[in-house]
């Protein structure tokens, strides 16, 4: 496993919309990133901070269920 990049709020949304996910809605600084399916929606909420701290990143991947690898260092 490599090591979790520091990013936007932004660049996890494009990730994230890379992914299959489209932004719900947004309340405050956060975002509503939903990835639905036939069995089952998945809703992430991201901080729209310039920095997103290491463990909300890797929060972030537990709850999307997508590739860790698009987050980490080259």
């Known amino acids: ?3 979790l990049r520091v ?3 932004k660049e996890v949304c ?3 919309a890379s992914e ?3 932004a719900a809605r947004q ?3 956060h975002v509503s990133m939903v990835r639905d399916s036939l069995d ?3 809703t992430v909420p991201v901080p ?3 920095e997103i701290a290491v463990r909300a990143i890797a929060n972030i991947i537990r709850l999307s269920g997508v ?3 698009l987050f980490e260092t080259s």
């Open 67 to 69: 590739y860790r690898r």
């Open 1 to 3: 496993m490599g090591k």
């Open 48 to 50: 729209l901070h310039k």
């Open 27 to 29: 309340e405050g600084s």
């Open 7 to 9: 990013l936007s709020g």
């Open 20 to 22: 299959g996910f489209r």
């Open 40 to 42: 089952s929606t998945v």
């Open 14 to 16: 494009d990730i994230l």
